[in-house]
Nanobody, 118 residues
Framework: QVQLVESGGGLVQPGGSLRLSCAPS????????MGWFRRAPGMERELVAT???????NYAESVKGRFTITSDTAKNTVSLQMNSLRPEDTAVYYC????????????WGQGTQVTVSS
C-alpha cells in the first residue's frame, strides 16, 4: 500500500523558517492536486495550501505571504516553505494527494509535527 511520507517538521523559534516535503513511498498515478493541511491541538484539520498540476495555488488567509507551496509533477512531490512562523502555526501538518480523474484516488500522509515556540 503506497503511503505519503512527510519530512522537515521540528521545533523553531517565532520568526523562523521550516521546509516540509512530501513524497509517495511507491509509484502512483499523477494526482490532480497536492496539498498541505494541519491540525492544531483541539482544532479541526484545516487547509493550509494546495497546488494543482496546472499550477493553480490556493492558500489559507492566515498563511498568505508567509508560506509557499511548490511541486514537482514529474516526481509527484510537494513542498511547503514556511517563513515568519508564528506560535499559532504549531500543528501536525499532513500532505494530501488527490486524483479526481478515473481512477480517482486519495492519499494522506501520517503527519509531521511543527512547533513554533521560544
Amino acid at each position: 500500500q503506497v503511503q505519503l511520507v512527510e519530512s522537515g517538521g521540528g521545533l523553531v523559534q517565532p520568526g523562523g523558517s521550516l521546509r516540509l516535503s512530501c513524497a509517495p513511498s511507491g509509484s502512483i498515478l499523477r494526482p490532480n492536486m497536492m496539498g498541505w493541511f494541519r491540525r492544531a491541538p483541539g482544532m479541526e484539520r484545516e487547509l493550509v495550501a494546495t497546488i494543482t498540476t496546472t499550477g493553480i495555488e490556493n492558500y489559507a488567509e492566515s498563511v498568505k505571504g508567509r508560506f509557499t507551496i511548490t511541486s514537482d509533477t514529474a516526481k509527484n512531490t510537494v513542498s511547503l516553505q514556511m517563513n515568519s512562523l508564528r506560535p499559532e502555526d504549531t500543528a501536525v501538518y499532513y500532505c494530501k494527494f488527490r486524483r479526481w480523474v478515473v481512477p480517482a484516488t486519495e492519499y494522506w500522509g501520517q503527519g509531521t509535527q511543527v512547533t513554533v515556540s521560544s
